[in-house]
């Protein structure tokens, strides 16, 4: 069965740093990816998505992802995050099947201090 | 854009009654919905797929006699929590495809619904 792993569970930043969130799923066939954001108080919102193609995907709010076939990585990266990041996001593979579930990792609270 | 409107978004309710969640797809046609459960500081999980003019279909563990869902038309699907109790209290949130849009069209989610029953 598809599974999702979220490493980070809390992370911590300041303004202007750099961050990355780990994404790694169990798969072998081919994969459609997500990273959906929930600000605090809001419903879950699409950032990105990789179906195909350019492994570089560039989302919305200066967000990308990069899918690495071979680590079965999809990590989340943003250059400088901002204190409105703060929110928490979940990765999320799209399972096999007549329903298409997504699956979903257990999500990384990102908190940005100004 | 497409929009899953979810309604209530916050309902109390004593233990033993039965709580009615509706997830609606405003503008576009839905045949099939997600009924997710988000534990505090866990992520979602995936309760049942809701299938319009059929019967749900549930994820391990779930019990369909307590969670009950039904899909009466393209635009809404209903979750009612039966014989509520404490350890039901959650937030639930719904989703759904505009297979209008594709195959590969994303999931719009609904805002979620907190569940406190005390």
């Known amino acids: 069965a598809q599974s999702v792993s979220q490493h980070n569970h809390h992370v911590i930043l300041s303004e202007a740093a750099s961050l990355e969130l780990g994404c790694n799923y169990s798969?072998?066939?081919?994969?459609?990816l997500f990273w959906y954001v929930q600000y605090p108080g809001q419903h879950l919102q699409l950032l990105l998505k990789?179906?195909?193609?350019?492994?570089l995907v560039k989302g919305i709010k200066g967000f990308e992802a990069e899918f690495i076939k071979s680590k079965f990585s999809f990590n989340l990266r943003k250059p400088s995050v901002q204190w409105s990041d703060t929110a928490e996001y979940f990765c999320?593979?799209?399972?096999?099947?007549?329903?298409?579930?997504?699956?979903f990792g257990a999500g990384t609270r990102l908190a940005v201090h100004p | 854009g497409a929009v899953v409107s979810q309604h209530p978004s916050w309902v109390i309710c004593k233990s033993g009654t039965s709580v009615k969640i509706e997830c609606r797809s405003l503008?576009?046609?839905?045949?099939?919905m997600f009924w997710y459960r988000q534990f505090p500081k866990q992520s979602l999980m995936l309760m049942a797929t809701?299938?319009?003019?059929?019967?749900?279909t549930y994820e391990q563990g779930v019990e369909k006699d307590k969670f009950l869902i039904n899909h009466a038309s393209l635009t809404l699907s209903t979750l009612t929590v039966t014989s509520a109790h404490p350890e039901d209290s959650s937030f639930y949130i719904c989703?759904?495809?505009?297979w209008g849009s594709g195959e590969n069209s994303p999931l719009h989610f609904g805002n979620g619904t907190r569940l406190t029953v005390t």
């Open positions: 989703s759904a495809r505009d």
């Open positions: 798969y072998g066939g081919t994969v459609n």
């Open positions: 990789y179906f195909s193609g350019d492994p």
């Open positions: 999320a593979v799209l399972a096999s099947g007549g329903y298409n579930k997504l699956i």
């Open positions: 503008d576009f046609q839905a045949t099939t």
């Open positions: 809701s299938n319009e003019g059929s019967k749900a």
